[in-house]
């Protein structure tokens, strides 16, 4: 991905033994996309969202805060370079390449983020890669994960592969983290190497305390839209109005903007514009993950806010008895599973000759039957021409013929 543009990213999926389809919608937004990219990325949301009849389920997604679903659909980690469209599309020289240095840094979902060629770029606690066309360095800090190394490795890798055809060649940096020439040579600095504790971590964010829970509904019945507060912490569903649009503030960790089915095209064409306001009204971060939902799909993730969320057609109690009348007849009789392995035999299925007959064989040359000495009996004698033998047994009153 590039950090100055803007993508849509369109998921769909069937349900099990079901011919209904589900869809993600994410748009993602690049650290130095525009403004007006921002929007457009937002009106085709939109757009699109409407073409398959607003089924969708939309994520608002920012660098470097993915949220999960998003990066599970990477199964190889995401990279992210500089630039946007002119940068990612100019022109390419053969056998030049650009210098890079790319920080690796993540668990479970590993994150590829291009950063300042330089010494100071680097710390001890995460991994690096630096690309230098057709040869690659993966820089191992001495306090890195084994999950970052693994996921460098695998990283660098794919670049030779994907990107340079199999030519370059990878150098892995472990115990020469700080002495290797080569590597510092091509990263065009040297110097002191920050401690790990400098490093971060992309999860503080997620285990920062949720702020206070809160729900508002978003109206135009007024004339003009409104944004109302209706509900704090413990939630019920009964709440949500099909003729409304709502605002589910659960803090940093997310906002969620609900569509109910009767609300007017004016406030969901509203939705994304009041949710992203509403973020820079409560001094959220940007890359807060805002989520769009509508009534009848909502979410695992949006159900949890709600102490008494019950589905349409969720089971209560012990579900619905059937009555006796209508379950389908079948027989009291004891059943002998012995019968099973029987069966009875038929002439069918005895041997066409048992051996205990007279033998009689004749060879057919040139459409005429030839006697055969029972000193020739099973021995094929090879013509220029094809030969037939006919079998006979007086017993079983059958012939059996065989050619060679």
Request: charged share 25%; with cysteine.
């Amino acid at each position: 991905f590039y950090s100055g543009d803007s993508y849509m990213i369109l998921n769909t999926k069937r349900l099990n033994n079901s011919p209904k389809l589900e869809w993600d919608l994410h748009f993602w937004l690049g650290n130095n996309t525009s403004q007006d990219e921002k929007g457009v990325a937002a009106y085709k949301t939109v757009e699109l969202d409407d073409s398959l009849g607003g089924g969708p389920v939309q994520y608002r997604e920012v660098q470097e805060h993915e949220s999960k679903l998003f990066l599970s659909y990477f199964k190889h980690g995401i990279k992210y370079l500089e630039g946007g469209v002119e940068s990612g599309f100019r022109k390419v020289e053969r056998g030049k390449y650009e210098t890079r240095l790319m920080h690796v840094k993540g668990k479970k979902n590993v994150r590829v983020k291009q950063v300042k060629c330089d010494v100071s770029s680097l710390n001890q606690g995460d991994v690096f890669i630096l690309d230098c066309g057709l040869t690659i360095f993966v820089w191992i800090g001495p306090d890195s994960s084994n999950m970052e190394r693994i996921k460098a490795t695998e990283v660098a890798r794919r670049i030779k592969d994907e990107e340079r055809g199999g030519k370059a060649v990878v150098n892995i940096l472990d115990d020469r983290w700080e002495t290797d020439s080569a590597f510092f040579k091509a990263l065009g600095s040297n110097g002191p190497i920050a401690p790990a504790s400098e490093a971060g971590d992309d999860r503080d964010f997620e285990n920062a305390a949720q702020q206070e829970i809160k729900l508002y509904r978003v109206s135009d019945a007024s004339g003009k839209l409104e944004v109302n507060e209706v509900g704090c912490k413990l939630l019920t569903a009964n709440i949500l109005d099909s003729n409304d649009c709502f605002i589910l503030d659960s803090g940093s960790s997310g906002i969620y903007a609900w569509l109910g089915k009767k609300c007017t095209k004016n406030e969901r064409k509203s939705a994304w514009k009041n949710a992203t306001d509403f973020l820079s009204l409560k001094g959220y971060p940007d890359w807060t993950p805002v989520t769009q939902v509508v009534e009848g799909g909502e979410t695992p993730l949006f159900k949890q806010y709600f102490t008494s969320w019950t589905d349409p057609h969720a089971q209560t109690g012990m579900g619905k008895v059937h009555r006796t009348e209508k379950v389908a007849k079948y027989s009291r009789e004891k059943f002998n599973s012995s019968l099973l392995h029987q069966r009875s035999v038929t002439n069918d299925d005895n041997l066409p000759d048992d051996g205990s007959g007279h033998v009689q064989v004749w060879r057919i040359e040139i459409k005429e039957l030839v006697s055969q000495s029972e000193d020739t009996y099973g021995i094929s004698i090879p013509e220029t021409v094809t030969s037939s033998y006919i079998h006979t047994t007086p017993v079983a009153g059958r012939a059996i013929s065989f050619t060679s």
